[in-house]
């Protein structure tokens, strides 16, 4: 293979610098998809992926000496002589002899990072902490740098809720418990990277006040056949595995990738929960003492495939092919004692439940990508997406008391979601710096939901008309934008504005006691984005974003049935809440790529929070959401990657926030808090084989809603590597939440009535994982044609 440099540099001091290498076979073909990794004393700095016409580009260069290291599948590694900066140096050329044995590990001596820091988002390399190994990827979100995970599985980011999560680029249309469940039958084997984007451009949907938590798959685009294949093990206070097999193979025109992962666990949560009811002047009346286990097991498989045909050296399209299937069978007792307010036992209600639930979904992905010209593409994706959720429930009420009654309910749930989306993108380079995008979306869902309860009147079930609903919910979205980027020598610019047009109509089917009624509302809203950024010396560079978005209620959260949580204990949605919108403004100053610090502001307006409300008669509490007022969010967080030593790496994260929200729920409630969250990462490698690996995180007291205060939570991890097989394997063992700290803690104000709770999880467990990968690199017929297939695979990977 033939390396071709170009370093385009300006001498002097203060300066940063450009490098670009031309990478080609030993046909001088581009080598579209090689890795190229700048190198700075054995430490990886920066990497980038060999475009169409075999280019990786890099800028920001600092003063220094440098080497680049050059690896593609098929071929053997190398790496270039010493560069220094600035310098004279304009062309160098390197030969690779083509490698004839199968595809090992390339060994590089610097270890990939777990966090990584890149326009505007904070990516983190999921495969770079053995700690991951054998998590879910809702784990492997609560211990990451800036992001919290509350006890209904609501996600923060920089200490704001209100995060749109995607899938490959795309969102899951998902929130709550249904999106909980989704990213807790996901192994992280799974996952290749997570993007954290606090302020997304007008490219992105502009849902989530907070921002976008990108989670991308593997995928793999090299040439020939190769896979990996990883088997875990796992034991808590249950026994955990999980079994992930990844395959690709490319050939000419064509390329084609499957994926599998089977995840089965057993699970179990010990809920304690103290609920106290005063008068009207604050005088305790009576306590309700709450004690529950859930115990169960969890089996999910996920699977999805695709297929690449590069028609021409411009034009690529694709189809992709997913589908899970998950089954939690559970079997929950809880007991409700009541007490006077002195703890004397007055009743006792045991509750058992036995419960299945089900989620399932399919999605089928057409996506296009056109070269128009050499400053000019498009790309189309079209997204056909179905939920198919149920929820059957049976409820054995028991009354501990002499002559004490044994009532019996049931409950069926089933939800069915349908989700069609297109889209087009266009990009356009505008002279040698400059960029435009545009493009628009359409959307359209649709959602049948219904809830089913019946009670056993001694001879048979009948149908409690006063719980049971349909409900029907249709959204459609249209959405178009602009955005413009101009780099400058030292500046970079950036302004985009994204207008969203919203129209739902939902209709609740009415019984023999309940009325139909419908309800519906159309809205529209423009969303401005942009950033500023300045490079002030080889060292120092700041940034300044801002942006205005959107959180939409869910359909769960607008239908208004009721949902059984215990028989003193309901959940209720609410068709009269708004959208929430947000101003979020980040200043930030970068050093070198040792320390990033940032201050950020965020106002939320028709904030969105839970309600609760009582009902006193009945001595009932219902959870709702609902808009309360507004949320003021100033942070600051300090973001530390460093390696003092050769064989020490350590990343750390800090992020402090004060918080002040301000609303009505029945009274006039105004709360403030000060919460700090630390992650810290410290790799270790060990007489040059093996990876020791330390993880924490730690959160104080913190509020996401109104009438919440949650409690400090945090969690210690140990983990240990080593390659195998010659370097073909990897045998990893984690030893996640050692202390089993990683509980969840609180005390919730309802109008007069208060509840403590605390909830702990199977979070310690210890992993064993080993994880092969094989392949054999393609070489092409030396018979072949006119070498069109080699024109194919200059296409982008798109």
């Known amino acids: ?151 209904n599985g609501g996600i923060s980011l920089q200490g704001k809720t209100g995060v749109l999560v995607m899938i490959d680029d795309k969102p899951t249309y998902l929130s709550g418990d249904d999106l909980n469940n989704l990213l807790s039958s996901m192994s992280s084997a799974q996952v290749n990277q997570i993007e954290l984007i606090a302020n997304p451009s007008a490219r992105y949907d502009a849902s989530g006040n907070a921002g976008i938590i990108n989670i991308k798959t593997k995928k793999n685009r090299v040439k020939g056949f190769n896979g990996s294949f990883t088997s875990t093990l796992g034991h808590g206070l249950y026994p955990k595995n999980s079994e992930t097999l990844v395959l690709n193979y490319r050939n000419g025109k064509f390329n084609t990738f499957f994926s599998y992962n089977l995840n089965y666990s057993q699970y179990y949560l010990n809920l304690y929960a103290l609920r106290k009811y005063y008068d009207g002047n604050g005088t305790l009346l009576s306590m309700l003492d709450q004690p529950a286990y859930f115990k169960g097991t969890f089996l999910n498989n996920t699977v999805k495939t695709g297929l690449d045909y590069y028609i021409d050296n411009k034009t690529t399209i694709g189809i992709v092919l997913s589908g899970t299937a998950t089954n939690r069978d559970g079997n929950n007792t809880d007991l409700a004692r009541w007490l006077s307010p002195a703890g004397v036992p007055d009743s006792a209600i045991f509750t058992g439940n036995k419960n299945n639930n089900t989620f399932k979904n399919g999605a089928i992905n057409l996506n296009a990508r056109h070269t128009i010209s050499a400053s000019q593409d498009i790309a189309a994706d079209f997204d056909l997406l179905h939920y198919t959720i149920a929820s059957n429930q049976n409820f054995d009420y028991q009354l501990q008391a002499p002559g004490g009654y044994d009532l019996l309910s049931r409950a069926n749930i089933p939800t069915s979601i349908n989700i069609l989306t297109g889209k087009v993108d266009y990009t356009l380079k505008a002279g040698k710096n400059g960029k435009l995008e545009a493009g628009w979306k359409s959307s359209h869902s649709s959602t049948d939901n219904s809830a089913a309860y019946q009670n056993f009147d001694g001879a048979q079930y009948v149908n409690d008309d006063t719980k049971s609903n349909h409900f029907v919910y249709n959204e459609t979205i249209h959405a178009l934008y602009g955005d413009f980027e101009q ?26 006691i309940q009325k139909d009624s419908a309800f519906s509302r159309n809205y529209g809203g423009i969303f401005p984005s942009g950033f500023i950024s300045y490079q002030v010396d080889t060292a120092n560079s700041f940034s300044l974003s801002a942006g205005r978005r959107i959180d939409r209620p869910a359909f769960q959260v607008l239908n208004p049935f009721l949902f059984i949580i215990n028989k003193y204990t309901y959940e209720t949605g609410n068709p009269y809440i708004l959208p929430q919108y947000s101003w979020n403004l980040v200043l930030s100053h970068q050093y070198k790529n040792l320390l990033t610090t940032s201050i950020s502001y965020s106002l939320i307006s028709n904030y969105f929070s839970q309600l609760f409300l009582a009902d006193t008669s009945k001595q009932i509490l219902l959870y709702s959401q609902g808009n309360v007022g507004h949320t003021y969010n100033l942070g600051l967080s300090e973001a530390v990657s460093a390696s003092p030593f050769n064989w020490w790496s350590l990343t750390a994260q800090a992020v402090f926030n004060h918080k002040q929200l301000a609303g009505f729920n029945g009274n006039n409630y105004t709360s403030t808090i000060n919460q700090l969250s630390v992650n810290t990462t410290n790799q270790f490698t060990i007489a040059k084989i093996y990876t020791a690996e330390i993880t924490g995180a730690y959160t104080t007291h913190a509020r996401n809603d109104i009438q919440e205060l949650l409690s400090p939570t945090g969690q210690l991890s140990l983990a240990f590597s080593r390659p195998v097989l010659n370097k073909k394997a990897t045998i990893k063992l984690s030893y996640r939440d050692i202390f089993h700290t990683n509980w969840m803690e609180g005390l919730t104000q309802f109008p007069n009535a208060t509840e403590y709770f605390k909830e702990l999880r199977d979070t310690r467990v210890i992993t064993i994982a080993f994880t092969y990968r094989f392949g054999k690199a393609y070489k092409a017929d030396k018979h072949s044609d006119t070498g069109a297939g080699d024109e194919m695979d200059r296409v982008g990977n798109g």
Request: proline content about 4%; charged content about 15%.
């Open 1 to 151: 293979m033939l390396l071709s440099v170009a370093a385009y540099c300006q001498p002097g001091a203060g300066k940063t610098y450009g490098f670009s290498l031309t990478v080609l076979t030993e046909k001088t073909q581009p080598a579209d998809g090689a890795t190229v990794t700048l190198l700075k004393d054995g430490k990886l700095l920066k990497v980038a992926i060999a475009d169409a016409k075999g280019v990786a580009g890099f800028d920001g260069i600092a003063d220094g000496s440098y080497i680049f290291s050059v690896t593609y599948t098929g071929y053997q590694p190398q790496t270039t002589g010493t560069y220094q900066f600035p310098g004279n140096t304009t062309a160098a050329t390197i030969t690779l002899q083509p490698a004839n044995t199968t595809l090992h590990e390339v060994n590089i001596t610097a270890n990939r990072p777990f966090v990584e820091q890149k326009e505007g988002k904070v990516i983190l390399n999921v495969d770079a902490l053995a700690s991951n190994t054998g998590a879910t990827v809702l784990e492997v979100l609560e211990k990451s740098p800036g992001v919290t995970v509350d006890r």
């Open 487 to 512: 780099r400058y020598d030292h500046l970079t610019i950036q302004f985009g504005a994204r207008y969203e047009h919203t129209g739902y109509h939902a209709d609740q089917l009415g019984n023999a």
